[in-house]
């Protein structure tokens, strides 16, 4: 969850307004409400001050970032793997001399399937990062 979220959830869980935790840190609505939003981000002071307001751990909200960060990038690693996979396999059957030789039904059949589930492992994971990047805009 991002700093902004865990702002504006925090608040609303309290049933605080923008203004009243303006008022609380000694800043003004606007900078509240860029906090919420994302424009901006709390500076360390002000940040040391919500935690405390809220009972909150400094790392529970920064560190909640970087798992989003590091998952992504799992993602990313993973569908980068994936894709060598596919074309080591392409370019071993095509030196091998695969396509030049006729083989049974299962040879072939056990090839495409190994390929489809490649193919829909991979769109799955491209398929949730993009929902994911979605559900994370709303």
Do not use: C
């Amino acid at each position: 969850m991002t700093i902004s979220k865990v702002i504006k959830q925090k608040r609303i869980e309290k049933q605080l307004t923008q203004e009243d935790i303006a008022e609380m840190l000694l800043v003004s609505k606007k900078t509240i409400s860029n906090w919420e939003n994302g424009r901006t981000i709390p500076d360390t002071e002000n940040l040391i001050q919500f935690a405390k307001l809220f009972d909150l751990s400094l790392d529970n909200i920064l560190l909640g970032e970087e798992k989003i960060m590091v998952k992504n990038h799992t993602k990313t690693l993973i569908l980068l793997f994936h894709f060598v996979i596919f074309l080591s396999l392409v370019f071993t059957l095509i030196q091998s001399g695969f396509f030049y030789f006729s083989h049974s039904i299962a040879t072939w059949l056990l090839i495409f399937f190994l390929s489809l589930l490649l193919i829909i492992n991979t769109l799955i994971i491209i398929f949730n990062k993009h929902r994911n990047l979605f559900l994370h805009s709303i």
